[in-house]
């Protein structure tokens, strides 16, 4: 490192530290730039990306069709507020709706607010058709919904619930893929149920498909509100358009963020036929909500999203884990598509994640996993140039 880019570079690392909450743990490197898969750093390291931004960056860094269309946008057109009609939000709603045969979308500007529309959209379909009483949302242990109060308070991991008390009223946990434990806390103040198909931030733990459609079942015979969480498995990760595709059942409501902008902030509530009557003028709201440069961003990935896109995803998962598995420190890899989790026998993941970011390449964890959630357009390069680096710390 040449001692200006040394200094400049630890004077960002400095204000930061002195300037910002300090609520994260950020890695010991500071990035500047990107082209697909690869990202660069201040003093001119490249690093093969196996996480695009924690699931946010469908199509990696500064990917052209992407960068060209926000940039149109914003040019032209860059906020409104919700007062006024713009042709990004409404196109993106089209396509959404197209796409998964859902009738209706409120867009958030993040995974957690478009968790708390879903619950409240819930809430109102169910006290409104029934009574006030039926507003209870059942979540799953280890699962994860968010940060704000209602959606931590769904989150069924413990230690988020420290400090942050109390929390809202009507929330119950279950345990997965055990339907009748479930069933004993199904009584009729349930209004629904949110679940992660494959829990995320839990450890990329995939639910079990006969449990899913167990309590699929039950949600649909007596009217519980069934919300799929696919703010991090949504729009491609997991080689459907939505992961719910590969289970089989179709959602009352299905939140998306995370991949859906390609790097801007976004979320979205869709919602089915059940809410177009309940859902009124005034009931939810957001000022930055359908923001037009989000939106157009959102477009060039929803539409690149194809049948042969996806085969792809698919075909490059199967590739990862193949060449993981037979690594001597794998124990077993779980997920879907370019969503992976890696159980370690030995090593600590966030020793991995140390590792392989001073030899060039950027890993997640999740809980005692490594996890992997790189760009969902990786080229095959890309890709043996991570995993060289990766199995050559798990062998
Ligand atoms: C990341 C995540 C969230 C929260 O999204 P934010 O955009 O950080 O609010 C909610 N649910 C799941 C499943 C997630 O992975």
């Not at 979540?139 to 619930?161: D, P, Y």
């Not at 839990?202 to 498909?209: A, D, E, R, S, W």
């Not at 449990?211 to 459907?240: H, M, P, S, W």
Request: charged share 25%; proline share 2%; hydrophobic share 35%.
């Amino acid at each position: 490192m040449k001692g200006c880019e040394a200094s400049k570079m630890n004077n960002i690392q400095e204000k930061d530290k002195k300037y910002i909450a300090g609520t994260y743990n950020r890695n010991p490197v500071c990035l500047i730039s990107g082209n697909g898969s690869t990202a660069i750093s201040d003093d001119g390291k490249e690093y093969i990306d196996f996480t695009s931004g924690i699931g946010v960056n469908s199509f990696g860094y500064s990917d052209e069709v992407w960068a060209d269309a926000v940039s149109a946008q914003a040019k032209k057109l860059q906020h409104t507020s919700n007062l006024y009609y713009t042709s990004p939000c409404a196109i993106l709603a089209e396509k959404l709706m197209e796409r998964t045969k859902m009738n209706k979308v409120f867009f958030a500007n993040s995974g957690a607010e478009a968790n708390e529309g879903a619950i409240k959209f819930a809430r109102k379909y169910s006290v409104t058709k029934y009574n006030d009483n039926r507003n209870v949302v059942i979540s799953l242990k280890n699962s994860f919904h968010g940060r704000t109060l209602a959606t931590l308070t769904a989150t069924g991991q413990e230690v988020f619930h420290k400090y942050f008390g109390p929390f809202s009223e009507g929330f119950l946990y279950a345990e997965a893929d055990d339907f009748e434990v479930f069933s004993k806390l199904l009584t009729s103040d349930v209004c629904a149920v949110i679940i992660e198909f494959i829990q995320g931030e839990g450890g990329v733990v995939p639910l079990n498909k006969e449990f899913v459609n167990k309590l699929y079942d039950y949600c649909n015979k007596n009217d519980i509100v069934f919300i799929a969480d696919e703010v991090q498995t949504g729009v491609g990760r997991t080689g459907k358009f939505l992961c719910s595709e590969n289970y089989g059942v179709k959602p009352d409501i299905t939140t998306l963020a995370k991949g859906l902008g390609g790097g801007l902030p976004i979320g979205a509530v869709l919602m089915n036929e059940k809410f177009s009557e309940v859902i009124a003028y005034s009931d939810h709201g957001s000022t930055f909500g359908g923001n037009p440069v989000c939106c157009a961003g959102a477009i060039t990935v929803t539409d690149r999203i194809d049948d042969t896109f996806l085969a792809d995803v698919v075909k490059k998962g199967e590739y990862i884990k193949e060449k993981l598995e037979g690594c001597g420190e794998v124990e077993s890899i779980t997920g879907m598509g370019l969503m992976l989790g890696i159980e370690l026998k030995n090593l600590k993941a966030s020793d991995v994640v140390a590792t392989a970011l001073e030899k060039g390449l950027m890993l997640l964890t999740a809980k005692t996993k490594v996890r992997l959630l790189p760009p969902l357009n990786i080229t095959y390069e890309e890709i043996d140039k991570g995993l060289e680096i990766l199995i050559d710390i798990l062998s």
